[in-house]
């Protein structure tokens, strides 16, 4: 499955953004999907993850009451509507799918990435 993010942008603290993660193929119900992101100089960490109907969602601590995944299987789509906006939520943001029956938020367990998208925050 070949993924592409988008929606990302500069906003103010406070704001919302809704970042979308489309999938090419017929099979992108058949995977976990899930939301992480790169901090300039930072590691990679785990924001949320869904699972293939979507019935359950996990999130990161940080983002946990103001971030909100979701899918369309219909359209292949994914979601992430992030609220509250903070300047440390800064970072390229990416999509990815897992071949996993429950949610993770470990990256090596996810089999496909996007490209990511920037999301700046500022003060």
């Known amino acids: 499955v070949q993924l592409q993010a988008s929606g990302g942008g500069l906003v103010q603290a406070g704001g919302s953004l809704r970042l979308s993660c489309a999938a090419s193929?017929?099979?992108?119900?058949?995977?976990?999907m899930g939301w992480f992101r790169q901090a300039p100089g930072k590691e990679r960490e785990f924001v949320a993850a869904?699972?293939?109907?979507?019935?359950?969602?996990m999130y990161a601590d940080y983002v946990k009451g103001r971030f909100t995944i979701s899918r369309n299987n219909a359209e292949n789509t994914l979601y992430l509507q992030m609220n509250r906006l903070k300047p440390e939520d800064t970072a390229v943001y990416y999509c990815?799918?897992?071949?996993?029956?429950?949610?993770?938020?470990?990256?090596?367990?996810?089999?496909?990435w996007g490209q990511g998208t920037l999301v700046t925050v500022s003060s």
């Open positions: 193929g017929r099979t992108f119900s058949s995977y976990v």
């Open positions: 990815a799918a897992a071949r996993t029956v429950f949610t993770t938020r470990r990256a090596n367990e996810y089999d496909y």
């Open positions: 869904i699972t293939r109907t979507g019935t359950s969602t």
